[in-house]
T-cell receptor
Framework: AQKVTQAQTEISVVEKEDVTLDCVYE???????LFWYKQPPSGELVFLIR??????QNEISGRYSWNFQKSTSSFNFTITASQVVDSAVYFC??????????????FGQGTTLQVKP | DAGVIQSPRHEVTEMGQEVTLRCKPI?????LFWYRQTMMRGLELLIY????????DSGMPEDRFSAKMPNASFSTLKIQPSEPRDSAVYFC???????????????FGPGTRLTVL
């Protein structure tokens, strides 16, 4: 069965600290996609990144970086030098390519990140 | 592009009333998704369409919920009769399979905050 687990419900850091949000997934498909979305206090869901199961290269985008490890079924998200504007709920999600769930996103429960000034 | 458009943004109604939520996907997107977000249950996929055809409605809570997509640019989610436990934020999202890839990122609308008194 497909499942996404974000064990950290809430994280609080002080500005400029680095923070890592954990994501562990379960799937039987060999081809799948992983996503991170951000939901700021305004409520909209903003796409951050997509990764396919065949590409384990880590990715960096500015202060954001993602570490994908198939061996541990994890897709962790790190924010370097956090800022107050990073305060949001972050969702990890999984989409399977060839199962009956094709097209669906399975979301984790989300991690609420609070960055204090 | 205007993005995914949802209306109304806020809806307050009384128990027993019919509620209709509306969504206009991004032009050219073949997939349309309806989600519900609550504190207790997080983000839940209710139903999704591919080329206006419902593919999976297993997330629809009960017969009081129905969704339609009469054309590629419009979808509705109807609740009749509404109950207080239906209070939630309802999101619509769309995605573009591109070259047959059905797991591209989903673009979310701003959501409709529904309150049933």
């Amino acid at each position: 069965a497909q499942k996404v687990t974000q064990a950290q419900t809430e994280i609080s850091v002080v500005e400029k600290e680095d923070v890592t949000l954990d994501c562990v997934y379960e799937t039987r498909d060999t081809t799948y996609y992983l996503f991170w979305y951000k939901q700021p206090p305004s409520g909209e869901l903003v796409f951050l990144i997509r990764r396919n199961s065949f590409d384990e290269q880590n990715e960096i985008s500015g202060r954001y970086s993602w570490n994908f490890q198939k061996s541990t079924s994890s897709f962790n998200f790190t924010i370097t030098a956090s800022q107050v504007v990073d305060s949001a709920v972050y969702f990890c999600a999984l989409s399977e390519a060839y199962s009956s769930n094709t097209g669906k996103l399975i979301f984790g429960q989300g991690t609420t990140l609070q960055v204090k000034p | 592009d205007a993005g995914v458009i949802q209306s109304p943004r806020h809806e307050v109604t009384e128990m027993g009333q019919e509620v209709t939520l509306r969504c206009k996907p991004i032009s050219g997107h073949d997939y349309l998704f309806w989600y519900r977000q609550t504190m207790m249950r997080g983000l839940e996929l209710l139903i999704y369409f591919n080329n206006n055809v419902p593919i999976d409605d297993s997330g629809m809570p009960e017969d009081r919920f129905s969704a339609k997509m009469p054309n590629a640019s419009f979808s509705t989610l109807k609740i009749q009769p509404s109950e207080p436990r239906d209070s939630a934020v309802y999101f619509c999202a769309s995605s573009d399979p591109g070259t047959g890839n059905s797991y591209n990122e989903q673009f979310f609308g701003p959501g409709t905050r529904l309150t049933v008194l």
